[in-house]
């Protein structure tokens, strides 16, 4: 049995001797405890840490993210080497403790080495099951458990072929994504009839299922294991108890984990399924201590990391008490909550949904998205949850539940989330994340609540990054960092707060640097493909990130990958822009300014038979035509195209103008032919696909009439040549451009205009101009891409004139009459990511 509450001794931090305190585990518990015994009183212990792999404290949740490959180890470390030097803490690792000796109050490592201890702590953790079927013990069957297991994961999955995960609780299925990611061919074997049966309900398991399923994963529920069949000592596949087979070059056992309780119990320390410990983490030995999954606290074992916290945080109050105050109030169990670690499917589960006496369900369904969720009530309390492809409600829900709240008030309205609970739909996130109690849990995977974070906010960290440095809430799966965001722009006020990289959009926690890295690392072809390799959170992307991922693609793949018109927003699509009362505008491409009476004839003719009630000249010397109706769009292209012109791109993300004077020709001040050079320049660059509207202008003296200054590329005409300026905006928030050089002929200014539009198109993110762009990375940055390599302008101009051969030939510029079916396909069609306005 375990012994009554240690009454703690006062002891004072001026002692002459620190006290040993020996660690057995460098895990995530063990790591943790020290941690809170270091903020509590640091000089209190010397400490030592052993640990059986030769590695530094990582991130155990995260060794999913590693197989899938969107972390590397480095990313999950949680404590480096110098943290254990800056505490004074002595790492023996590689070297696990193979005995306690009670008696001596020593621990022997397996080198022998003999190490004395006033306190010991065991943080042995788990040992991952092995289901005893015959050829268990072949080569190629692994469990996943620690790095070691991810690297015999990711060595088989570098030879491809077919994988067996033996277990559909969240281990497996986290493994079954990662070894998909990496190409293998998966199959989840899984004996109960519901996928991850502990956390789940029938329902929630079926759509959990069904989108694995859709995914290219085998799924096999109610199979039970008969055998693992080997060649060569090697395993060849998995076998069934009905007969069915299923090939396998590795096999994963991710069956369930038993507490790790051999050394504890050689030690004669009480054990039943874990090492036995009371409220203050002690065992029924007064000077050992334990914590983690090889612990039972009244009667419960834990698998999930937020209860080791509360844990840790029992302990280290116990054991540096000074005894100045009351006794410490020590751990008095947990209420768990799950969720699941598989980029794209948004799953949460807590407390008890099995139902019973006395308890009620409160289902929603929502077939169309993908939704359901279902709370379980009982008399007046929440006491248990399952959400499946919504869960922004799920920290609010585990609240309730944790704190036994009465619900009365909000019963009607509980299956709608907090927003209705709370005051209607309307409800600014942000007011929601401040409804929560200081004590609600923001970050599961680190254990760190509101409070907390709020502290630390006030404590200066005024910057995501920060938080995670200071708090490391969000700073593993990431998955609160909405909350944390919301928690910063609430104490903060928005304009306080400093930004980092912003992810891509609400999809994904990419960043565009991120994803247009990952496009050309990893061979990307396809937007799906893009979505699938970097776990997008919702199945079809959004407004803000298709248009993107179309660009960097187009961008990346000239002649490869195929224009995706359904994911380029409306005005691009139709070549004309909407204006407030639902008609469009059109603007055809003038050359340089430039027009002749063929031209001037067919505009005028389209003006007249589709009754335009306006035509206007632009501020890029174009003819916009107003007024035109919707259904008239194909055919004013048509008669347009018929008489050779072309769109002028008025409304894309694309090369809008090149603005000219009239230069030497005409001008009397003129230096050069600005007239001529401008039309060359928008022969070559017209149609590009950019990061945003680009303008250029090329003005024939300093006198600058075409206001080459303030746009995104300027040619300058001077004596002596050309000045080439870049990175300019007329717009609401004017910059003047930075001077980039100097040239001597045209066909110089042509193709550092050429290369640097390349160097643009590939370095920028969409919806970025030229002007925030150079300002984010600096001009010396831009510079030394085009002049750090004497050929650099000559690849990047080659690059662009090659892709333009492909982005020029847009779908609707060149469009003869008759033949814009697929226009009329275009504009009938109804997509949710599709916007009206840009």
């Not at 696909?689 to 005409?717: L, Q, Y």
């Amino acid at each position: 049995m375990v012994n009554a509450p240690v009454s703690f001794s006062d002891k004072t931090a001026a002692s002459a001797l620190r006290e040993r305190l020996v660690v057995i585990g460098n895990g995530m518990a063990g790591c943790r405890a020290v941690e809170e015994v270091l903020l509590r009183d640091p000089a209190r212990y010397d400490v030592t840490i052993f640990g059986a792999e030769p590695r530094v404290n990582y991130n155990r949740i995260m060794l999913s993210p590693v197989l899938a490959g969107e972390k590397a180890f480095d990313d999950i470390v949680i404590n480096d080497a110098a943290w254990y030097a800056d505490n004074g803490i002595t790492l023996i690792s590689g070297d696990p403790v193979v005995t306690i000796d009670r008696a001596t109050q020593t621990v022997i490592a397996r080198s022998g080495r003999v190490e004395p201890y006033d306190k010991l702590l065991i943080a042995t953790g788990s040992d991952p099951f092995i289901i005893p079927v015959p050829g268990h013990d072949l080569g190629g069957v692994v469990t996943f458990r620690d790095l070691d297991d991810v690297d015999r994961m990711l060595a088989a999955a570098d030879k491809g072929g077919s994988a067996v995960v033996i277990g559909g609780g969240l281990l497996g299925l986290e493994a079954a994504h990662g070894l998909s990611l990496r190409g293998m061919q998966v199959t989840v074997v899984h004996l109960m009839p519901t996928l991850m049966e502990r956390q789940l309900d029938e329902a929630a398991g079926y759509l959990l299922k069904t989108e694995l399923e859709r995914r290219g994963q085998t799924i096999v529920t109610g199979g039970d294991t008969a055998e693992i069949v080997g060649a060569d000592g090697h395993v060849s596949a998995v076998r069934l108890k009905d007969g069915r087979e299923f090939a396998a070059d590795i096999v994963v056992m991710a069956v369930g984990i038993r507490p790790a309780t051999g050394l504890a119990k050689a030690a004669g320390l009480d054990v039943e399924r874990g090492i036995m410990v009371d409220d203050h983490m002690v065992t029924s030995d007064p000077n050992v201590l334990a914590v983690g999954e090889c612990v039972q606290h009244r009667g419960a074992c834990y698998g999930l990391v937020a209860p080791l916290w509360d844990m840790c945080r029992a302990l280290a109050d116990a054991i540096t008490w000074d005894g100045a105050t009351g006794s410490p109030s020590g751990y008095e169990g947990s209420v768990t909550s799950t969720k699941l670690k598989v980029s794209g499917i948004d799953l949460f589960s807590a407390g008890d949904f099995s139902g019973g006496d006395g308890a009620e369900d409160i289902v929603m369904r929502d077939a169309a998205r993908g939704v359901y969720k279902r709370v379980v009530v009982k008399e007046s309390r929440l006491v248990g949850a399952v959400l499946y492809g919504d869960t922004a409600d799920g920290n609010w829900y585990f609240d309730l539940l944790r704190k036994g709240e009465d619900i009365t008030d909000i019963r009607e309205a509980l299956i709608f989330g907090q927003a209705f609970a709370q005051g209607g739909a309307s409800l600014d996130p942000n007011a929601a994340v401040a409804a929560l109690s200081e004590d609600a849990e923001i970050c599961g995977c680190n254990g760190v609540s509101k409070g907390k974070v709020v502290a630390c906010i006030a404590g200066g960290a005024n910057s995501l990054d920060a938080v995670r440095s200071g708090c490391k809430a969000s700073a593993s799966c990431g998955s609160c960092t909405g909350l944390v965001e919301s928690l910063l722009a609430l104490t903060l006020g928005e304009g306080a707060v400093e930004s980092g990289p912003k992810t891509m959009c609400k999809c994904t926690s990419f960043t565009h640097s991120d994803v247009r890295r990952a496009i050309v690392d990893k061979g990307l072809r396809s937007i799906p493909q893009v979505m699938q390799e970097l776990h997008w959170t919702t199945p079809d992307g959004c407004a803000s990130c298709r248009p993107a991922l179309n660009y960097y693609l187009l961008c990346a793949l000239p002649g490869e990958y195929e224009d995706d018109q359904k994911s380029r927003f409306v005005n691009e699509r139709m070549h004309a822009n909407i204006q407030k009362d639902g008609t469009y505008s059109v603007v055809p491409r003038m050359w340089g300014g430039l027009t002749n009476p063929r031209e001037l004839r067919a505009i005028a003719d389209v003006v007249e038979k589709y009754d335009a009630p306006m035509v206007k000249v632009t501020g890029g010397q174009r003819l916009d035509i107003f007024g035109i109706r919707k259904e008239d769009l194909p055919a004013v292209w048509a008669d347009l195209n018929a008489a050779g012109m072309v769109s002028g791109h008025a409304y894309g993300k694309s090369l809008r103008t090149v603005k000219t004077c009239v230069g030497s020709e005409w001008c009397r001040f003129g230096t050069q032919d600005s007239t001529g050079l401008g039309v060359k320049i928008e022969q070559m660059t017209w149609g590009s696909w950019m990061p945003h509207k680009f303008k250029i202008a090329v003005s024939g003296c300093p006198r600058n009439c075409a206001e080459a200054t303030i746009k995104d590329f300027g040619v300058v005409c001077v004596d002596s040549g050309y000045e080439l300026h870049v990175g300019g905006n007329g717009g609401i928030k004017v910059r003047a451009t930075d001077l980039l050089c100097k040239v001597e002929t045209e066909g110089e200014a042509m193709d550092i205009c050429a290369a640097f539009i390349q160097f643009y198109r590939e370095d920028a993110w969409y919806l970025e101009r030229t002007a925030p762009w150079i300002e984010r990375v600096g001009l010396d940055y831009v510079k030394a891409a085009l002049f750090g390599d004497p050929q650099a302008v000559s690849r990047l101009a080659t690059r662009f004139r090659y892709s333009q051969r492909f982005m020029q030939d847009d779908p609707w510029a060149r469009r003869a009459a008759g033949e814009h079916a697929e226009l009329h396909q275009h504009l009938a069609e109804v997509r949710p990511f599709q916007m009206e306005t840009v």
